[in-house]
């Protein structure tokens, strides 16, 4: 008889739907908060990526109009990214001119880098294999200005 009564007591309370819905929700809420705090970085990380790039492709196009281009412009230019990025920390500008022969190969013919930061030598071409991943294919005699941020 005991037996019979837990029986029928599991079975009822298995089928006894009362209370789940604020069990449910107990269990779902520490998903939906890190839903949600996590949504407001992964919008804040893209929005960065995003004006960092339009701001990129701003001065590679300003720099692509211009017919000389001396230090001050190109600290212009830092500012000019500094604020469409609404970013003081970290950034600087290069700015090089790559000029390619075929019996020499790529050389720098400038550079010019803002902030105290290294130029970019021609031995720095080599030694970091810009020649084969950041440079285009050009023919001979032809420059490239290449601007980094």
């Given at each position: 008889?005991?037996?019979l009564?837990?029986?029928?007591?599991?079975?009822?309370?298995?089928?006894?739907?009362?209370?789940?819905?604020?069990?449910?929700?107990?269990?779902?809420l520490?998903?939906l908060?890190?839903?949600?705090?996590?949504s407001?970085a992964?919008?804040?990380?893209?929005?960065?990526t995003?004006s960092?790039?339009?701001?990129a492709?701003?001065?590679?196009?300003?720099?692509?109009?211009?017919?000389?281009?001396?230090?001050?412009?190109?600290?212009g230019?830092e500012?000019?990214?500094?604020?469409?990025?609404?970013?003081?920390?970290?950034?600087?500008?290069?700015?090089?001119?790559?000029?390619?022969?075929?019996?020499?190969?790529?050389?720098?013919?400038?550079?010019?880098?803002?902030?105290?930061?290294t130029?970019?030598?021609?031995?720095?071409?080599y030694?970091?294999?810009w020649?084969e991943h950041?440079?285009?294919?050009?023919?001979?005699?032809?420059?490239?200005i290449?601007?980094e941020s």
């Amino acid at each position: 008889m005991k037996t019979l009564f837990r029986k029928l007591r599991t079975k009822r309370m298995a089928v006894d739907e009362a209370g789940s819905i604020s069990i449910e929700f107990v269990l779902i809420l520490p998903l939906l908060l890190w839903w949600y705090a996590g949504s407001f970085a992964f919008f804040d990380a893209f929005r960065d990526t995003n004006s960092q790039g339009k701001a990129a492709y701003t001065i590679g196009d300003i720099l692509s109009r211009q017919n000389e281009i001396d230090n001050g412009y190109i600290d212009g230019l830092e500012s000019l990214f500094k604020y469409m990025t609404a970013s003081d920390q970290g950034v600087w500008l290069r700015v090089s001119s790559v000029k390619f022969t075929q019996d020499i190969g790529y050389t720098v013919e400038w550079s010019y880098a803002t902030d105290g930061n290294t130029a970019l030598t021609t031995d720095m071409v080599y030694a970091y294999k810009w020649e084969e991943h950041y440079l285009p294919i050009i023919g001979s005699g032809e420059t490239v200005i290449r601007s980094e941020s």
